[in-house]
């Protein structure tokens, strides 16, 4: 009876393993194809500024429409992108696509936004290709380099901290800003957050979701927003769902937002019937 059990989870366990080699197998071979055959999109999610909750920015978030799977999230396939040596040239058309994006809004004279546009590690192992490639990028569309941000998450900029530098510090020569994303969750030393030029730390939604109930999270909060003013960036919180959290951040002088709450990601076409209005001249 006892071993007849064991076979069987042990069968099941085998079939299980199989299916995620197979799906990650197939994953691999549609990912290859889906920038040619126009299957990634990009979705903008409003960056907030606090004291006038007006809209700031768009963060352009990557998806992926398969035609078999439906919608599939980034944290699904950019890992699989970064191990298989694609997350280059994904990166590079994320970039092409959110600059061609927001420039036109420009031109067509509505809110003029920041963009931020989120990049990984292997990005940065060549410093100078990726600040010909973002320059080159931008005066392909006329766009302004300081009306650019580019994220890199923690964890990603501590593989290799050195390279990040180097890479920071071209891009910001070119007038591009640097933020440091989902800050609270990557093993930085305060060391290396002197060494990085960044101009933003974006705090981990996993420490802004208890900022209204749990008074050790907007310690937090506080903690990272005055250490953030005493090396000259700004602090934004990530993933605010919920009104109460407003109050919390707010006093602690938080300088923007982004979450649910004031939007969540959405296509070009409803970011710009939501949020957008012709500038004032
Ligand atoms: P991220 O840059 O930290 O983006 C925020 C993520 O949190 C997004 O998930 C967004 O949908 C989600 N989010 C925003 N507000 C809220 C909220 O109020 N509550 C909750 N529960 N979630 C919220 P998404 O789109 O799944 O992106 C996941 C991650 O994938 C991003 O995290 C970013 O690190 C990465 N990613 C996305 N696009 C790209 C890209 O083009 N290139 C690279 N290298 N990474 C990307
Ligand atoms: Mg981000
Ligand atoms: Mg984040
Ligand atoms: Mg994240």
């Not at 605010?240 to 937002?257: D, F, M, N």
Request: aromatic share 6%.
């Amino acid at each position: 009876q006892a071993k007849a059990i064991g076979k069987n989870v042990h069968l099941r366990f085998r079939a299980d393993m199989e299916e995620s080699v197979t799906r990650r197998f197939t994953l691999l071979n549609d990912l290859r194809g889906a920038q040619e055959q126009g299957q990634l999109i990009l979705l903008y999610q409003p960056m907030i500024e606090l004291r006038t909750r007006r809209v700031i920015g768009a963060e352009a978030l990557v998806c992926w429409d398969h035609p078999q799977h439906g919608r599939i999230t980034p944290s699904t396939f950019i890992p699989v992108a970064e191990e298989h040596g694609l997350i280059e040239s994904l990166g590079e058309w994320v970039l092409e696509e959110a600059v061609r994006q927001c420039s036109s809004w420009r031109t067509r004279g509505l809110t003029p936004l920041r963009l931020a546009v989120n990049v990984s590690s292997a990005q940065f192992r060549d410093a100078m290709h990726l600040r010909n490639m973002v320059d080159r990028v931008l005066r392909r569309h006329g766009y302004p380099a300081d009306g650019l941000e580019l994220e890199i998450t923690e964890r990603q900029i501590m593989r290799d901290p050195e390279s990040g530098v180097a890479s920071m510090k071209a891009l910001s020569e070119l007038g591009v800003a640097m933020s440091l994303d989902d800050f609270g969750t990557g093993y930085s030393s305060l060391g290396h957050l002197r060494d990085f030029p960044l101009r933003k730390l974006k705090i981990d939604r996993s420490f802004t979701d208890q900022i209204d109930r749990d008074p050790a999270g907007l310690a937090i909060v506080r903690a990272v927003v005055e250490l953030a003013r005493n090396l000259g960036m700004r602090v934004v919180a990530e993933g605010v769902e919920r009104e109460s959290q407003v109050g919390p951040l707010r006093t602690s002088e938080c300088a923007e937002v982004q979450g649910f709450l004031f939007g969540a990601p959405m296509s070009a076409a409803e970011f710009e019937r939501r949020l957008l209005r012709p500038a004032l001249a």
